[in-house]
């Protein structure tokens, strides 16, 4: 790609993460000006319940992990303002996913991935498998598998892939191709260490590269390089991988794809940019030896070799939207890095991580229409981010006082944790309560600044509110209102006639009749 095209692309991305009118006080301070806001999103939404809907013939699942609704909110205020309005917020429809697992109230990004991707609720720490099974269980009993979204899209002819700024074997991401009990069992070593044998139950990233449904991905991005690489091996950071089993499994990913096919393995944004994808028949990028790092510690930075997320979903289009994929795709992408910002209390982190994800999600919008494609933006699980207080509006949310506390006179910030391990940075047991403005000034860097946390912890906990989640194209509506997590799956498989989930239904348009078919499409799954 040329260098013109990429900035042109970048400033695309940029004009499109947020939406905002230029507001003045004055305005803010005249009813009419709310009436008229609320009657334009009217006017927006009346029709489109009376438009064609078409079948999804593509559809494209957006994670932010634990971007809570909260964190959201965060967004908007510090990347653009409080009437700011993130990418993903534009889809037109958005309803609340309840979150919990079989066996917890609050889940984790397996049981909710498995949930989402599969359809059915499992428990906390496992990954597609039914809730019989608990977590580090030694078997695995096939009729006990789940099926995934990435099976149904693949039975039905769909090219599949995915990218995440997380390790490809981590998080949501192994519910699209792997069965674990334990989603902690990215390797060999790690089912060996649990005390299980990995002819009963193979690892995750063996999985990926040679289970039924990992081999036929297209592509998949992000990092995790030593969940692949033997002990005996290092990647090109220098660091050895963690393989007992003496399997290189980026090598057997290339060798597996015969000799007429192209498979090209990369590793670095550089090597990204170079390719010409229309020659390439499947792609393996993994361009860190753990997690990709946080989009503030590598953007702008000469020599970084990771690439931007956006940059990731643009490639990763550019390999399923081939014209000889005719049954359409599926594109999965997911953002670790906000859930791990907020496990380390660091706000800033974590909101100018929703920016990525935001220009990563409009330049999914940018290449593909709603005509024929099923949008959905979604968190899998939520935050203990917490927005205290009454700040004022032109505050910076992070580091601004939103006022003094009437039981020991100090002031408290507009962002805290329930838990994490800022608690110690902010509380001494001797004498409490420390300044948080002054304890924010001896922090040099502003993105490693954290916020305080009630709690200490080593690392934060996740939040158990539902999911918010947001949707347009074909039959997007059906994700409006509150249910619960695992019905995605079924909508998605519904409106892209994947699975026999429509049991053949065409194009059609939205009418009573039309309706009577959802309601009993939701009765029946």
């Not at 009376?50 to 205020?77: C, D, E, L, P």
């Not at 309560?433 to 304890?439: K, S």
């Amino acid at each position: 790609m040329c260098g013109s095209t990429r900035v042109t692309i970048a400033v695309l991305v940029l004009a499109g993460c947020f939406s905002f009118d230029a507001i003045f006080a004055h305005e803010e301070h005249d009813a009419h000006y709310w009436q008229h806001m609320a009657h334009d999103l009217l006017f927006e939404k009346k029709d489109y319940t009376m438009q064609k809907i078409n079948i999804a013939k593509n559809i494209m699942v957006f994670v932010g992990a634990g971007m809570s609704q909260t964190t959201v909110t965060a967004a908007r205020s510090y990347n653009g303002g409080d009437n700011a309005t993130l990418a993903f917020e534009e889809l037109k429809w958005s309803g609340n996913a309840r979150t919990y697992c079989v066996d917890s109230r609050v889940p984790d990004s397996a049981c909710a991935g498995t949930a989402f991707l599969t359809g059915v609720k499992s428990n906390r720490g496992t990954v597609a498998v039914d809730p019989t099974v608990n977590r580090g269980d030694c078997t695995l009993d096939p009729a006990k598998k789940l099926a995934s979204i990435a099976k149904w899209a693949l039975e039905a002819g769909k090219a599949v892939g995915f990218a995440t700024t997380s390790r490809v074997t981590s998080g949501s991401n192994a519910a699209l191709y792997a069965n674990s009990p334990d989603s902690r069992w990215e390797n060999d070593a790690d089912v060996t260490g649990a005390g299980c044998s990995p002819t009963n139950v193979p690892d995750i990233a063996r999985q990926l590269i040679h289970g039924d449904i990992g081999k036929h991905f297209k592509v998949i991005l992000g990092g995790g390089r030593k969940q692949f690489l033997p002990t005996t091996e290092v990647d090109t950071s220098g660091n050895r991988g963690l393989r007992t089993d003496g399997s290189n499994l980026i090598s057997e990913w290339q060798q597996s794809k015969g000799a007429g096919a192209n498979a090209t393995y990369i590793t670095s944004v550089d090597e990204l940019g170079r390719l010409d994808t229309s020659k390439i028949d499947y792609l393996l990028g993994l361009f860190d030896y753990d997690h990709l790092p946080f989009s503030t510690d590598f953007t702008g930075q000469e020599g970084a070799v990771t690439p931007p997320l956006v940059r990731m979903v643009h490639y990763s289009l550019e390999m399923l939207q081939k014209s000889e994929h005719t049954e359409g795709f599926l594109l999965f992408v997911e953002d670790g890095n906000i859930q791990r910002a907020h496990q380390q209390n660091k706000a800033r982190k974590a909101l100018e991580q929703v920016r990525h994800y935001a220009g990563a999600f409009n330049m999914a919008k940018m290449m593909a229409s709603e005509q024929n494609t099923l949008f959905i933006s979604m968190n899998d699980v939520g935050s203990t981010l917490t927005l205290p207080g009454y700040p004022a509006r032109n505050s910076d949310i992070v580091s601004s006082p939103a006022g003094t506390s009437d039981a020991d006179a100090l002031p408290y910030l507009g962002l805290s944790y329930a838990s994490g391990p800022a608690h110690s940075t902010f509380y001494r047991a001797a004498t409490g309560r420390l300044n948080p403005v002054t304890v924010l000034e001896g922090m040099a860097d502003p993105h490693e600044r954290t916020c305080p946390a009630s709690v200490p912890l080593s690392a934060g906990v996740d939040g158990g509110e539902d999911a918010t989640v947001f949707a347009s194209g074909p039959w997007a509506f059906m994700l409006s209102g509150g249910y619960e997590q695992h019905f995605i799956a079924h909508t998605i498989a519904f409106a892209s006639c994947m699975d026999g989930a429509c049991d053949g239904a065409t194009t059609m348009t939205l009418s009573v009749a039309a309706l009577a078919t959802v309601v009993l499409a939701k009765l029946v799954s």
